[in-house]
């Protein structure tokens, strides 16, 4: 079994910065791809930022140049981060783990999601 378990969020003033953490755990083959989403009150959850196995990575526009996802890979657990920077009111959300993987080399992939952490900038 797979689990993401999200860590990080918390209150945080206007320009200040955050970095949250999603560890990937448990009995799988690959993780092709781990994104962050976000979900703000009254709002659709949106996609802020992915990095794949290669640590390629892509942002939305909303986020571009203010955060940086990254990636660490090790036998049988991977950690993404996601360093915010110069936060604002609208980037306060949950922010939701989310990975592709492989349960072993025969499986397709499969989605997971983590329970979310909250981050909460005042305006």
């Known amino acids: 079994q797979v689990q993401l378990v999200e860590s990080g969020g918390g209150l945080v003033q206007p320009g200040e910065s955050l970095r949250l953490s999603c560890v990937a755990s448990?009995?799988?083959?690959?993780?092709?791809?781990m994104r962050w989403y976000r979900q703000a009150p009254g709002k659709e959850r949106e996609w802020v930022a992915t990095?794949?196995?290669?640590?390629?990575?892509?942002?939305a526009d909303s986020v571009n140049g203010r955060f940086t996802i990254s990636r660490d890979n090790a036998k049988r657990m991977s950690t993404m981060y996601l360093q915010m920077e110069s936060l604002k009111p609208e980037d306060a959300a949950v922010y939701y783990c989310?990975?592709?993987?492989?349960?072993?080399?025969?499986?397709?992939?499969?989605?997971?999601w983590g329970q979310g952490t909250l981050v909460t900038v005042p305006s």
């Open positions: 448990g009995n799988f083959f690959d993780i092709k791809v």
């Open positions: 990095v794949t196995s290669d640590r390629t990575t892509n942002y």
């Open positions: 989310n990975a592709e993987y492989l349960y072993d080399p025969f499986d397709t992939y499969r989605e997971l």
